[in-house]
């Protein structure tokens, strides 16, 4: 199996371009996940989706940003505009079983916003 | 909410060494509890958890952690340390319902000849 495949692994923009980081969970897996790690944060969890259905948002900085999952092998995460601040690794995780399944993550997005 | 403290920001720890990385944790009800480990620009990797039964458990690489409820810990222990261990590692809490692990901020480890 390939793993989880994100891309671009890393993305140099500037403030207020859209940035769109996508990624394909491991093939069978049914729940998803997007993290964003930096050194002052952490890792935070933004969004996940089960069956490709969003359950919690709850960690989605702002209306800037926004993650779609129109179907099981794809999944995106848009941020518009982009700022200084948005920059960070960003990492889709997948899992098969929901709650007691270990994650598996993608090698991540680095993201610079000048 | 749950929470996880890991309270060493890093353990220099000598090669043949045990090793040893802190882990508490905060939830309400039975905590799923899990490590893991990130190498340089990698993504985390999955190394063991817990979720019931036995308190000790064995993961990937020779690592194994303990539970412990009355301390509310899950600290990551290695008998004889590895040069190649040195990484990033993270505890993470989850209750099961949820799905949403909460990820500790992370502790170095660093193994020296």
């Known amino acids: 199996d390939a793993g989880v495949i994100q891309s671009p692994r890393h993305e140099v923009t500037e403030m207020g371009q859209e940035v769109t980081l996508r990624c394909k969970p491991i093939s069978g897996h049914n729940s998803l996940f997007w993290y964003r790690q930096t050194m002052m944060r952490g890792l935070e969890l933004l969004i996940y989706f089960n069956n490709n259905v969003p359950i919690d948002d709850s960690g989605m900085p702002e209306d800037r940003f926004s993650a779609k999952m129109p179907n099981a092998s794809f999944s995106t995460l848009k941020i518009q505009p982009s700022e200084p601040r948005d920059s960070a690794v960003y990492f889709c995780?997948?899992?098969?079983?929901?709650?007691?399944?270990?994650?598996?993550f993608g090698e991540g997005s680095r993201l610079t916003v000048l | 909410a749950q929470s996880v403290a890991q309270p060493e920001d890093q353990v220099n720890v000598a090669e043949g060494n045990p090793l040893t990385v802190k882990c508490t944790y905060s939830?309400?009800?039975?905590?799923?509890l899990f490590w893991y480990v990130q190498y340089p620009n990698r993504g985390l990797q999955f190394l063991l958890k817990y979720i019931t039964g036995d308190n000790l458990v064995k993961g990937s690489y020779g690592f194994e952690a303990e539970f412990n409820k009355s301390q509310t810990s899950f600290h990551l222990k290695k008998p004889s340390a590895l040069v190649s261990d040195s990484a990033l590692y993270f505890c993470a809490v989850d209750t099961g319902t949820a799905s949403k692990l909460t990820f500790g901020t992370g502790t170095r480890l660093q193994v020296t000849l």
């Open positions: 995780a997948s899992s098969l079983k929901r709650g007691l399944g270990e994650l598996f």
């Open positions: 939830v309400s009800g039975n905590p799923y």
